[in-house]
């Protein structure tokens, strides 16, 4: 089985790229292989123009400072038999980054300052603290090594939506103050609107669909993207009432027996004879905008 197969994403230092699909896509397995919780079985991973598979093992430890992860469950992410300040302050201990215990302490203080939390709360546990409390925890440890680079692998599903924008600031803000840069996988749409410069839309293993965020919002061609926007509420109910849902017939095929050709097309309402053929490429329909459909 695939899980992922023959994708190709470029992200920028700086710039969030959000990737969106439905749950069992491979999203998340693609943001563990850059982590190399996975080992990819062919391709390259290049980060700072090396590349990480084939990467010793010994020389892990040094790139795992660099590339950290935001896990989506700020509940079973968290150790609870650790207080907040030894979960942040583990990371600081295992790379050796502070001298002795006062500037470990002092570290451990600034990282719960800049997530926006009361370093008085470091020694309470994690069933003292609400969900997006314990998300900001989440976030202060990844932060606690210094990366450049950081996998958030849907931080905001567990959330309630008023905390949810809470949070989309809180990483807005770091992004500005430190220069990080984000694969912020997701499948809701209208998160990614706000924190994207970039979206990537994937489908059963492969990319369907790259272009900035504004491009995929407003000239989506890909027909599953635009069956996922359709799925967005529009806050507007008259806007809501007028526009037409594409409501798809079918289910997600099996990653195990996937159909031949493209992965959409049992599902497609455009689809032709030869969609089942051969398995469309990316295409650069317009700047910076790709789509793997022969139909566009």
């Not at 230092?13 to 397995?29: A, F, H, M, N, P």
């Not at 991973?45 to 010994?58: E, T």
């Not at 201990?93 to 008085?120: A, M, S, Y």
């Not at 600031?169 to 994207?196: E, F, P, W």
Request: contains cysteine.
């Amino acid at each position: 089985m695939k899980a992922v197969d023959n994708i190709s994403l470029k992200i920028k230092k700086g710039e969030t790229l959000g990737l969106v699909g439905e749950s069992g896509c491979g999203k998340t397995t693609v943001g563990r292989c850059i982590l190399r919780v996975y080992d990819p079985t062919d391709g390259e991973i290049r980060f700072q123009g090396q590349d990480i598979v084939k990467l010793p093992y010994n020389k892990n430890r040094a790139l795992r400072r660099k590339i950290q992860l935001i896990f989506q469950d700020p509940y079973g992410s968290l150790d609870p038999r650790q207080s907040a300040g030894s979960i942040v302050g583990e990371a600081i201990k295992i790379h050796k980054i502070c001298d002795n215990k006062q500037t470990h302490k002092k570290r451990v203080e600034e990282l719960f300052t800049l997530v926006g939390l009361d370093p008085e709360m470091a020694s309470r546990f994690p069933h003292e603290f609400s969900g997006g409390q314990r998300q900001r925890i989440g976030i202060a440890r990844a932060l606690s090594c210094d990366p450049v680079f950081i996998v958030c692998d849907e931080p905001f599903s567990a959330l309630d939506v008023s905390i949810q924008a809470q949070i989309i600031n809180l990483l807005q803000d770091l992004q500005q103050k430190l220069g990080l840069t984000y694969l912020m996988i997701a499948h809701d749409l209208s998160v990614v609107r706000h924190i994207s410069d970039n979206v990537a839309i994937m489908y059963l293993g492969h990319i369907v669909e790259i272009a900035d965020w504004r491009e995929i919002y407003e000239r989506p061609l890909m027909p599953y993207t635009q069956a996922l926007l359709s799925a967005v509420p529009i806050p507007d109910p008259i806007v809501e009432k007028k526009r037409e849902r594409i409501i798809l017939e079918g289910d997600v095929p099996s990653p195990i027996n996937p159909p031949s050709g493209c992965p959409f097309h049992p599902r497609c309402w455009k689809a032709a004879p030869d969609c089942s053929k051969e398995i469309p490429e990316l295409r650069e329909i317009s700047p910076n905008h790709l789509v793997a459909c022969i139909r566009v």
